[in-house]
């Protein structure tokens, strides 16, 4: 059975806590801190976040309580349970399990970004950190990216071959609520930095001159993403949930938890680029590492704080990219019918095959100019995943519940032994109706308007 040895190892996890505390581990990770800052900046600030907001009480919800229920009905991982349900839809978990593939490589390249900047501020280098252009050079350079990923990926791979996970739960539990204050402190004393308040109101006001479809694209995508959605890793963790616990708060609690982090590492970031570049904003996925240095470096202490910040940020990627790893691993170990350290090794080799043309794709990298469809390579295999990949699996998943197996299914699943699940209509809803047409609606917008067809 798929993560078994993972979860296996969980096995106090068996209340709601400890479920609560699994799920988030793997939800709270560079996608909160790194990937939604840049996104918000990106896709217009407020207007991204209200989006955001909404699919995730929406989509967000109704998707995880969906795969957490499958999981805990069937017992099974993905692809079993899938085929379980109904021997038509075994593809969906094959599908679904091509999409953590792709992510683990190009995850790792940008968990060495984050090694790399613990490091710098480590060796007291933070005015070098904080200097234009350094983070362009590094990631230009042809070597240091790879030796940073290949060290970010050997730590992932050691701590899944010999099973040291509990350990760095441990850690990670006394790391994410430092993290967290952290996260807030930065905030607090970017707001009062001049220049912020105008970053402030970009973030939370919407102006909605700046709706793109594309902009409920991202945000979609960064849905998935974030809450480690339509890869089947939420079927998985729901295989181990017992049945006497309440499927719709543990939910809610994952939800606010994983989008909670994500909002204030907005306001620590967004803001940020304004006090420190103006207005002129700095976009794409070297925001937090063009703008953090720069702000650490004006604040007193900010050596420190910065090492330390970047270390929290290693620990909270670190979590993300095990359970990654553990079940791109479980994958093929039970599709090849292979054992726990040949599976590892073949991870290692795809890892290396689409992880090194990721690491070299940046800024003026040697493979900068290889472009698919005007994506450099990293950003192909992020663009692939979230926004093609996770909505297309998002869509047959709910088709499936709302006209296959019928959303009464699930509902008795959540209401088993007693428990209550108040939302059952929203579920319903948005199952069967809200989320096909929006996700075909949101396909559709974005391929004309990603084939300059469509300007919106
Ligand atoms: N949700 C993680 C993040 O936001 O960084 C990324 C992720 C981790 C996705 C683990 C999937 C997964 F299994």
């Given at each position: 059975?798929?993560?078994?040895?993972?979860?296996?190892?969980?096995?106090?996890?068996?209340?709601?806590?400890?479920?609560?505390?699994?799920?988030?581990?793997?939800?709270?990770?560079?996608?909160?801190?790194?990937?939604?800052?840049?996104?918000?900046?990106?896709?217009?600030?407020?207007?991204?976040?209200?989006?955001?907001?909404?699919?995730?009480?929406?989509?967000?919800?109704?998707?995880?309580?969906?795969?957490?229920?499958?999981?805990?009905?069937?017992?099974?991982?993905?692809?079993?349970?899938?085929?379980?349900?109904?021997?038509?839809?075994?593809?969906?978990?094959?599908?679904?399990?091509?999409?953590?593939?792709?992510?683990?490589?190009?995850?790792?390249?940008?968990?060495?970004?984050?090694?790399?900047?613990?490091?710098?501020?480590?060796?007291?280098?933070?005015?070098?950190?904080?200097?234009?252009?350094?983070?362009?050079?590094?990631?230009?350079?042809?070597?240091?990216?790879?030796?940073?990923?290949?060290?970010?990926?050997?730590?992932?791979?050691?701590?899944?071959?010999?099973?040291?996970?509990?350990?760095?739960?441990?850690?990670?539990?006394?790391?994410?609520?430092?993290?967290?204050?952290?996260?807030?402190?930065?905030?607090?004393?970017?707001?009062?930095?001049?220049?912020?308040?105008?970053?402030?109101?970009?973030?939370?006001?919407?102006?909605?001159?700046?709706?793109?479809?594309?902009?409920?694209?991202?945000?979609?995508?960064?849905?998935?993403?974030?809450?480690?959605?339509?890869?089947?890793?939420?079927?998985?963790?729901?295989?181990?949930?017992?049945?006497?616990?309440?499927?719709?708060?543990?939910?809610?609690?994952?939800?606010?938890?994983?989008?909670?982090?994500?909002?204030?590492?907005?306001?620590?970031?967004?803001?940020?680029?304004?006090?420190?570049?103006?207005?002129?904003?700095?976009?794409?996925?070297?925001?937090?590492?063009?703008?953090?240095?720069?702000?650490?470096?004006?604040?007193?202490?900010?050596?420190?704080?910065?090492?330390?910040?970047?270390?929290?940020?290693?620990?909270?990627?670190?979590?993300?990219?095990?359970?990654?790893?553990?079940?791109?691993?479980?994958?093929?170990?039970?599709?090849?019918?292979?054992?726990?350290?040949?599976?590892?090794?073949?991870?290692?080799?795809?890892?290396?095959?689409?992880?090194?043309?990721?690491?070299?794709?940046?800024?003026?990298?040697?493979?900068?100019?290889?472009?698919?469809?005007?994506?450099?390579?990293?950003?192909?295999?992020?663009?692939?995943?979230?926004?093609?990949?996770?909505?297309?699996?998002?869509?047959?998943?709910?088709?499936?519940i709302?006209?296959?197996l019928k959303p009464k299914a699930l509902i008795e699943e959540?209401e088993?032994?007693?428990?209550?699940?108040?939302?059952k209509?929203?579920f319903t809803?948005?199952?069967?109706?809200?989320?096909?047409?929006?996700?075909?609606?949101?396909?559709?917008?974005?391929?004309?308007?990603?084939?300059?067809?469509?300007?919106?």
């Amino acid at each position: 059975m798929k993560n078994k040895t993972k979860l296996e190892n969980r096995g106090t996890f068996t209340g709601k806590i400890g479920f609560v505390l699994a799920a988030a581990g793997s939800a709270v990770g560079l996608g909160n801190i790194w990937r939604f800052p840049y996104l918000a900046a990106e896709y217009g600030g407020g207007i991204f976040l209200l989006v955001y907001l909404l699919l995730a009480v929406t989509l967000g919800f109704a998707l995880m309580a969906a795969e957490i229920l499958i999981g805990r009905k069937t017992g099974l991982s993905a692809v079993s349970a899938f085929k379980k349900l109904d021997g038509r839809f075994s593809f969906l978990g094959s599908l679904a399990s091509i999409i953590p593939v792709i992510i683990l490589p190009y995850y790792c390249v940008i968990g060495g970004w984050v090694m790399k900047y613990s490091a710098t501020f480590a060796f007291g280098e933070m005015n070098a950190a904080a200097a234009d252009g350094y983070f362009t050079e590094f990631i230009s350079n042809p070597i240091q990216p790879i030796g940073w990923f290949l060290l970010f990926l050997g730590v992932t791979a050691v701590v899944v071959l010999f099973g040291v996970e509990k350990g760095v739960e441990r850690v990670s539990k006394i790391m994410m609520p430092i993290l967290v204050v952290m996260v807030l402190g930065v905030s607090v004393y970017v707001l009062c930095q001049p220049g912020a308040i105008e970053g402030v109101k970009y973030y939370l006001v919407p102006d909605f001159n700046n709706f793109k479809a594309t902009t409920i694209l991202a945000a979609m995508g960064q849905l998935f993403y974030s809450m480690s959605l339509a890869m089947g890793i939420m079927i998985t963790y729901g295989s181990y949930m017992k049945k006497d616990v309440n499927v719709e708060s543990s939910v809610h609690n994952i939800e606010i938890f994983d989008t909670g982090i994500a909002f204030l590492a907005g306001l620590m970031i967004v803001p940020a680029v304004f006090a420190t570049q103006g207005v002129e904003m700095a976009k794409g996925p070297g925001l937090m590492f063009i703008v953090l240095p720069k702000v650490f470096a004006k604040m007193p202490g900010g050596a420190v704080i910065g090492f330390i910040f970047f270390a929290l940020v290693f620990f909270a990627a670190i979590t993300s990219s095990i359970s990654l790893m553990e079940t791109v691993v479980s994958i093929v170990k039970d599709k090849f019918k292979l054992g726990r350290k040949l599976s590892c090794a073949i991870v290692l080799a795809i890892c290396l095959i689409l992880g090194i043309p990721s690491a070299l794709s940046n800024g003026e990298g040697i493979l900068s100019g290889f472009k698919i469809i005007g994506f450099g390579f990293l950003d192909f295999c992020d663009f692939a995943s979230n926004s093609v990949l996770m909505p297309i699996v998002a869509l047959i998943t709910c088709i499936f519940i709302g006209y296959v197996l019928k959303p009464k299914a699930l509902i008795e699943e959540a209401e088993a032994e007693g428990n209550t699940f108040k939302a059952k209509r929203l579920f319903t809803v948005v199952i069967k109706y809200v989320a096909p047409i929006c996700i075909v609606l949101i396909l559709a917008f974005s391929i004309l308007e990603a084939c300059g067809i469509l300007t919106v």
